[in-house]
C-alpha cells in the first residue's frame, strides 16, 4: 500500500471513530464473504462493518483521542462495527450474529470515549431498546401524575364527607343543620 493510499486509509477510519457514538472490534477469522454480508444487512442503518488493518487502526484510533485500551485489542484479523445511532441495537445484532457463527468473535469496543471489554458489550445487547425504555419511563411518568391527581381529588372530598357528617351528627343530637348544637345546661 503506498503512502498516500496509507494516509487517506488513516484519515477515514479517524473520521469514522469521531463520528461514531460507538466501534464494536471483532474477530472475523474464518467468515465468508456471504456472512459478512449477512451480518452488515443484520445490523443495519445504524452501523457500518469494515475489516480493518490494524496498524493503520491503531494510528488513526490515536490520531482520534480513542482509549489506548482498545488499541490494544488489535490483534488477529480485525473487523469494527462503527455505529452512528442506537449502539445498543447494533451489540445486539452483533451478539445475535455471533451466537449463529461463532466464528465472530466480539473483543470489545468503546462507546462515547470510554473503552468497554467483550464481557460489557454483551451486557449493553442485554438491554432494551432505547424506545422501549422511553416507553417505560413515559408510562411510569404517567402513572405518577395519575396516583397525584387521584391524590389531590381525594383531599376535598374527604373534606366534604367529614363535613357532611359533622352536620348529621349535628342534626341528630337536636341542633338545626344551621344552628350550631346547645351546649349543655350546667
Known amino acids: 500500500m503506498a503512502k498516500a493510499e496509507k494516509a487517506a486509509a488513516i484519515a477515514e477510519l479517524k473520521s ?11 474477530e472475523y477469522r474464518g467468515l465468508t464473504v456471504a456472512q459478512l454480508k449477512e451480518l452488515r444487512t443484520n445490523l443495519g442503518e445504524n452501523a457500518r462493518f469494515a475489516v480493518v488493518k490494524n496498524t493503520l487502526t491503531k494510528r488513526a484510533a490515536g490520531e482520534a483521542g480513542v ?25 445486539k445484532g452483533l451478539r445475535d450474529f455471533s451466537r449463529a457463527n461463532p466464528l465472530l468473535v466480539i473483543k470489545g469496543g468503546f462507546i462515547d470515549g470510554k473503552s468497554m471489554d467483550a464481557s460489557e458489550i454483551g451486557k449493553l445487547a442485554d438491554l432494551e431498546s432505547r424506545e422501549v425504555l422511553l ?46 348544637a346547645e351546649a349543655p345546661a350546667e
Not at 469514522?16 to 471483532?26: D, I, K, P, Q
Not at 485500551?69 to 445498543?88: C, N, R, T, Y
Not at 391527581?149 to 376535598?156: I, N
Request: glycine share 10%.
Open 67 to 91: 482509549d489506548e485500551q482498545f488499541s490494544e485489542l488489535l490483534e488477529g484479523p480485525s473487523a469494527i462495527a462503527f455505529v452512528k445511532g442506537d449502539v445498543v441495537e447494533a451489540a
Open 16 to 26: 469514522e471513530f469521531e463520528s461514531s457514538t460507538g466501534a464494536v472490534l471483532t
Open 135 to 180: 416507553a417505560k419511563l413515559a408510562g411510569a411518568m404517567k402513572g405518577s401524575m395519575a396516583n397525584a391527581a387521584a391524590l389531590f381529588v381525594a383531599l376535598p372530598t374527604q373534606a366534604a364527607q367529614l363535613a357532611e357528617a359533622l352536620r348529621v351528627k349535628r342534626e341528630g343530637e337536636g341542633g338545626e343543620a344551621g344552628e350550631p
